[in-house]
């Protein structure tokens, strides 16, 4: 039995790694596939398995989904704001220095996750759900914030609502995975276009010699802070990383290094809560969460004790392949034509649309994009284009949406 779950355990790491250098292949496709009809062929296989298989896939893809965000500006659901300080870091010749903290802030999200289980075992037991208004007030408080922070505070404001109108758009019509082509359009291939407009090149990246001993220095403050938020996503299925690293970092005011650190140690906590989640409320926050209730229901104590067991397995290896892999994928990344790797990811994000999401994604895909485009010609952060979740998130907790 024992072997049976090494072996499920790296199958799962395999696969995320696997899906996390694809742009647009996500743990939840991954999942919901294991749980449905094909399910069938599975048959005989314990569950238990399938769930360990599940978790480490899950925790691999959050560190490798950082590759293709920084390197590439392809962003997933969680790492579309790394394509910013990240992208920029690359362009400085930092690349792996970025990339390594955002590694770093995964690792220490994992130590976190441990940390936290005690406070939120007592903690969900009392909060239980928050009202709604009050989410909705703090999400519009932080966004006024983040526009009012900007010189060209009508701009922030245009940005804001066209790329929530969009997102309001996206999340009314049905089709699979709609933040697919909404994010990586808005965050992804907009500055990619902007990448072969400018004739970016990839300089010579630095030696990551000493990022590491860097990104533990300044983790300690990145980590606290993500340690204070990254709870909202266990009580409020609503908010994503992305949005609790924006509500966090108007606290923290990080500059760019310390918020790659906070958002590498938010989006891995978000993902390890709702496994706790699961196990305490018995609420589905993630796609793999739900995949793991579709195949045991609320997991017992015994459960949840190999799930977490599998999360630091498979987090602490993770990290190690996650390193090596972007120094190979940096090392592919300086002999080329960033333009024409530009051109083939654009043409990659849009044949994987076409197949998560249909016609109607590459219509998102398209509009997002000419958004994303016409968003950075304002001259504002292009941290206000999370309008696009914040403002459908607000019109969910007001029940308007």
């Known amino acids: 039995m024992l072997l049976e779950m090494v072996l499920f355990l790296l199958a799962g790491m395999a696969t995320g790694i696997l899906a996390g250098l694809i742009p647009g292949i996500h743990t939840n496709l991954i999942g919901a ?35 293709p965000s920084i390197f590439l500006g392809a962003p997933e659901d969680g790492t579309e704001l790394s394509v910013l300080p990240g992208h920029e870091m690359l362009k400085e010749g930092e690349g792996l220095k970025a990339a390594n903290l955002a590694f770093i802030g995964g690792l220490g999200g994992i130590f976190l996750f441990f940390l936290l289980i005690p406070p939120l075992y007592f903690g969900s037991k009392i909060i239980g759900n928050l009202p709604g208004i009050v989410i909705a007030l703090g999400l519009m408080g932080v966004s006024l914030n983040m526009i009012l922070s900007e010189q060209k505070k009508a701009s922030a404001i245009l940005t804001f609502i066209l790329s929530g109108a969009l997102g309001l758009t996206a999340s009314g019509l049905e089709i699979n995975e709609p933040l697919l082509p909404l994010l990586t359009g808005l965050f992804g291939s907009a500055g990619l276009f902007f990448s072969i407009n400018q004739k970016t090149k990839v300089e010579k ?17 990145a980590l606290v802070w993500s340690a204070m938020f990254s709870p909202l996503s266990l009580f409020l299925p609503a908010l994503s ?40 409320i018995s609420k589905t926050r993630t796609g793999s969460a739900a995949a793991i209730m579709s195949l045991v229901g609320t997991p017992d104590l015994k459960t949840f004790i190999l799930i977490s067991i599998t999360i630091l397995i498979s987090g602490v290896l993770s990290f190690l392949i996650a390193k090596k892999v972007s120094k190979k994928f940096i090392a ?10 530009s051109i083939a990811t654009i043409i990659l994000i ?43 998130t607000i019109l969910f907790y007001l029940k308007m949406a």
């Open 241 to 280: 990383s992305g949005q609790i690293a924006i509500v966090s970092n108007q606290f923290a005011k990080s500059e760019k290094k310390q918020f790659l650190l906070m958002l590498g140690a938010i989006t891995m906590l978000s993902m390890c809560l709702s496994f706790l989640g699961l196990f305490l």
């Open 205 to 221: 990246q630095k030696d990551d010699e000493g990022s590491i001993q860097e990104g533990i220095k300044e983790s300690k403050r």
């Open 33 to 67: 596939i294991l749980v449905s009809g094909t399910l069938s062929l599975l048959i005989g296989i314990n569950p238990i398995y399938l769930v360990i298989f599940i978790v480490a896939m899950s925790i691999s893809q959050v560190f490798i989904d950082f590759i």
């Open 350 to 392: 849009g044949i994987v649309t076409f197949f998560v999401s249909g016609i109607l994604g590459l219509v998102i895909l398209a509009m997002s994009t000419a958004t994303g485009i016409y968003c950075i010609k304002l001259g504002v952060k292009r941290t206000n284009m999370m309008g696009s979740l914040i403002l459908p």
């Open 332 to 341: 592919t990344l300086e002999k080329v034509d960033y333009s024409k790797v």
